[in-house]
C-alpha cells in the first residue's frame, strides 16, 4: 500500500527556516512525479515544487531562491528546504506522488497527483 507521511512543519517566526520531510512506501510506478503543494483555508491547493523519478526538480517561480527540493532515495525520502519564511508562507502543506508520462515534466495540477500525505501545518509569525 502506497503511502506518504510528512513531518517537519511547525512554528517560526518570519525569517526562520524549517525543512519538510516526505517519507514514502509502497511506490512502484516506474515514472513518476513527487511534489509539495501548500493549501490555506478557503483558497485552491497550489504547487510549491515537483521533482521527477529522474531527479529534476521544478520550484515555483515565486518561490524560488527560498524554497529548495531534495531527495534521498536510499531512505525513499522527498524534502522541501524552506528558508526566509514568510507570514504568506502559512499553510497546510502537503507531500503528493503520481504516475509520469516518459519524457514529460511533472505536472502542477494537484489532481494529476493521485496519491497524499495527511498535511503538515507551517506557521510563520510577523
Known amino acids: 500500500q502506497v503511502q506518504l507521511v510528512e513531518s517537519g512543519g511547525g512554528s517560526v517566526q518570519s525569517g526562520g527556516s524549517l525543512r519538510l520531510s516526505c517519507a514514502a512506501s509502497?511506490?512502484?510506478?516506474?515514472?513518476?512525479?513527487m511534489g509539495w503543494f501548500r493549501q490555506t483555508p478557503g483558497k485552491e491547493r497550489e504547487e510549491v515544487a515537483t521533482?521527477?523519478?529522474?531527479?529534476?526538480?521544478t520550484i515555483v517561480s515565486s518561490l524560488k531562491g527560498r524554497f529548495a527540493i531534495s531527495r534521498d532515495i536510499a531512505k525513499n525520502t522527498l524534502y522541501l528546504q524552506m528558508n526566509r519564511l514568510k507570514p504568506e508562507d502559512t499553510a497546510m502543506y502537503y507531500c503528493a506522488a503520481g504516475p509520469r508520462s516518459v519524457g514529460a515534466a511533472c505536472n502542477s495540477i494537484p489532481g494529476a497527483y493521485n496519491i497524499w500525505g495527511q498535511g503538515t501545518q507551517v506557521t510563520v509569525s510577523s
Open positions: 509502497g511506490y512502484t510506478y516506474s515514472h513518476y512525479c
Open positions: 521533482m521527477t523519478d529522474l531527479g529534476m526538480p
